[in-house]
């Protein structure tokens, strides 16, 4: 008889105790989930302004290719990886890319790194040298044999701390 009760007693416990702990799991999940959703909102946001000035998302300059502002027809989808080759490919002059504005201060010749392709005539870089950072804003334009040509605009080199 008094294992018959504790049993029913243990069992009432152990019924009670998952039925909050399922409850409470629910709770947290709901909690996590809105604030992992809230951040993923936060940070598509955030993306969005860094990508504004992007030829990804400037209709305007992607228009100017398709409607022949570049002599020819060029997707921006295809025109984005070549421009970024066709610019590191410089970094393998022996005195260094010369698109990065800056004459060598070091040994060591100055590369572009990365590459952002701003719009349908901008591209901003970052280039080094392994000890001086710095960046360029570079014109580029796409010649009619789709080749591509640079100017560099301005080029800012940053002190050494």
Do not use: C
């Amino acid at each position: 008889m008094y294992l018959f009760i504790l049993s029913v007693l243990l069992n009432v416990f152990i019924y009670m105790w998952f039925s909050k702990q399922v409850e409470f799991d629910a709770q947290r999940y709901e909690l996590l989930n809105k604030r992992y959703s809230d951040t993923l909102v936060g940070i598509r946001e955030q993306m969005g302004d860094a990508n504004y000035f992007s030829l990804e998302n400037n209709q305007n300059s992607q228009e100017y290719f398709e409607n022949g502002g570049g002599e020819s027809f060029i997707a921006f989808e295809k025109l984005i990886p070549h421009v970024k080759e066709q610019l590191i490919s410089h970094n393998d002059n022996p005195s260094g890319n010369p698109y990065t504005g800056q004459d060598r201060i070091t040994e060591n010749k100055f590369i572009i790194n990365k590459v952002k392709v701003l719009n349908h005539r901008w591209i901003i870089a970052d280039y080094s040298d392994g000890n001086y950072w710095g960046e360029v804003i570079l014109k580029y334009f796409v010649n009619k044999d789709e080749s591509i040509s640079f100017e560099v605009v301005e080029s800012l080199l940053h002190q050494k701390y």
